[in-house]
């Protein structure tokens, strides 16, 4: 059975395939179409399919759009009600269910061949459950769904039994945490439903002396829901115009937003293991993205195990469709690896290169040749594999440096054109994580806190946040065999068992995807090592 999962109606579109119970590709559209998000989350942009996306999962697959049995749209328009009716100020949100209405036809456009009455919608918040439970390590489970919005909810709350869901509780519009934190993003001049990491970055600069009042607006309730009403921000601070310096008072009301919604969200993950009983929760949503969250629900929520969709935004319901209609006949398998997206051979990138007209090596070990760039505190542009399915640079499309060198925040926050507040990530080998860093290991999806070792923040300074704490990434080398060779060539030369990982983009462009973009990237930002596949470049030949 072949099911195409859809993504298109709020913000960043995707697509996934699912064959025979497999996860075999998912994608988002923004690495194709070179558009941050894939598009801006206003009605009118509603209609947009993620057509390249979906186009490349059926060609990665060698299928056509007439050999699906279905394709699953993450949105159900029957579920809808009318924006007035929910408590939301959005008076062209009809033009969106409408849009959500037409999309077989919009699919059967943008894909010819497919049948339109093969499209099912599948429930937003649905969707997203289905994108962590069933494709998680835990055939069963407890499910926490926390967004923005869906149909007419913003929460779902259920348990995976043998991977078929039970909802136990959710909470209707207008209340919303992602609501909540998308307008505070908003109100401190960042981009709304983009942004939102930032404030939870900025966060960690502020102390919460505003979260007594917030907690009028935000709170848990006693049932497993919450309430989570807009808050008239500019009576705790002014505004932050778009681009302008943040004060104090802006920190200090992100920190006590960030307290409100650790507080909402760990009242209802313990809820949650109160009446699930379960040992594992796995998290969706927009919300699940906040690390500094997830990393509280583990330590004080009673779940043993707690494990977030990679994609855990609304690209992961592209997934999660093809999930829950796949399930209904497939026995799913656990999703394999966040790598899911596009690949070239060496051949391939080869001929890039010569296209390129741009000096390269082919070194006997490439791993070596990027450690011994590191270890001289280069920075080196990494581009292996399959890219990343989600937010996350996880060793595929990213950005390499020393993390021994204080400096190399600022020159990395540099790099990319990213606000000075912004922390890096360190990459870590997973037999040595227990060492250096106190949380959830093993930890490969980059999604949660860790607490730095006293005795190690003076050697990766780099990689360490304000508060003492790295959102950092482990390397299993069964998984990741070149990129443990390459933090094992690292340490080697400095003693060191860590590189720090960013994303390999600049601010405000998308991840980069194809070798195109890497070498674009290479060419406008000052990089000086760019490893592509087996072949190395370098920026004094390349430039010369």
């Known amino acids: 059975m072949h099911v195409l999962g859809i993504n298109a109606l709020f913000h960043d579109p995707a697509a996934a395939l699912i064959t025979d119970g497999k996860v075999v590709a998912a994608a988002e559209e923004e690495r194709f179409s070179r558009r941050k998000h894939g598009k801006r989350p206003v009605p009118f942009s509603a209609w947009e399919q993620p057509e390249q996306s979906a186009r490349w999962c059926l060609q990665q697959a060698g299928l056509t759009p007439s050999d699906l049995d279905a ?49 099912r919608f599948v429930p937003h918040h649905v969707a997203h459950a289905a994108s962590a439970g069933p494709v998680s390590p835990y055939p069963d489970c407890a499910v926490l769904v926390l967004d923005g919005r869906g149909e007419c909810g913003s929460h779902l709350a ?35 439903s983009s942004d939102e990491f930032k404030v939870m970055a900025l966060a960690s600069y502020g102390t919460p002396r505003f979260a007594e009042r917030l907690r009028e607006y935000v709170r848990p309730d006693d049932g497993g829901g919450f309430r989570a009403r807009p808050v008239p921000w500019a009576e705790f601070v002014p505004p932050r115009p778009a681009g302008g310096s943040w004060s104090q008072d802006h920190a200090d009301l992100a920190a ?29 949503g927009g919300v699940a993205l906040n690390c500094v969250a997830n990393t509280r629900l583990w330590r004080e929520s009673g779940f043993r195990h707690v494990w977030v969709q990679p994609a855990a935004g609304d690209a992961g319901t592209a997934l999660g469709a093809a999930a829950h209609v796949a399930g209904q006949k497939d026995t799913l398998e656990p999703m394999p690896t966040a790598a899911l997206g596009r690949g070239w051979s060496d051949a391939e990138l080869r001929q890039w290169l010569e296209r390129a007209a741009v000096p390269y090596e082919e070194p006997a070990d490439i791993a070596e040749t990027a450690a011994e760039a590191l270890a001289a505190d280069g920075i080196v542009a990494w581009f292996q594999g399959r890219s990343e399915y989600g937010p996350r640079a996880l060793g595929h ?28 990530a360190p990459m870590v080998l997973a037999e040595r994580a227990a060492d250096i860093f106190d949380g959830p290991l093993p930890s490969p999806h980059m999604l949660f806190v860790h607490d730095v070792a006293a005795e190690w923040k003076a050697r990766i300074p780099a990689v360490v946040h304000v508060d003492g704490t790295a959102r950092i990434q482990t390397v299993d080398r069964a998984q990741e065999p070149l990129v443990a060779r390459m933090i094992d060539g690292f340490e080697r030369r400095t003693g060191l068992p860590v590189v720090v990982n960013t994303s390999l983009n600049t601010a405000g462009r998308p991840m980069v995807d194809d070798p195109r973009d890497a070498l674009e990237c290479f060419g406008s930002a000052p990089v000086d090592l760019l490893v592509l596949g087996p072949f190395a470049v370098r920026r004094g030949k390349a430039f010369a």
């Open 71 to 119: 394709v699953a749209y993450s949105y159900d328009p029957a579920l809808a009600r009318p924006a007035e009716e929910m408590g939301l100020n959005d008076p062209w949100d009809h033009l969106r269910q409408e849009y959500a209405r037409q999309a077989p036809g919009f699919l059967a456009e943008a894909l010819p061949g497919l049948d339109p009455a093969k499209v």
């Open 158 to 192: 259920g348990r995976y039994t043998d991977r078929e869901l039970t909802v136990l509780s959710t909470q209707r519009l207008p209340d919303s945490l992602g609501l909540f934190y998308e307008d505070l993003t908003q109100h401190l001049g960042f981009l709304r």
């Open 256 to 284: 006590s937003a960030q307290l409100c919604l650790e507080e909402a969200a760990l009242a209802l993950a313990r809820w949650l293991r109160e009446h699930t009983g379960e040992d594992a929760l796995t998290m969706a």
């Open 397 to 424: 499309r990213s950005l390499l440096a020393h993390p021994g060198k204080a400096e190399n925040l600022e020159r990395l926050n540099a790099v990319k054109g990213r606000e000075e507040f912004r922390p890096v």
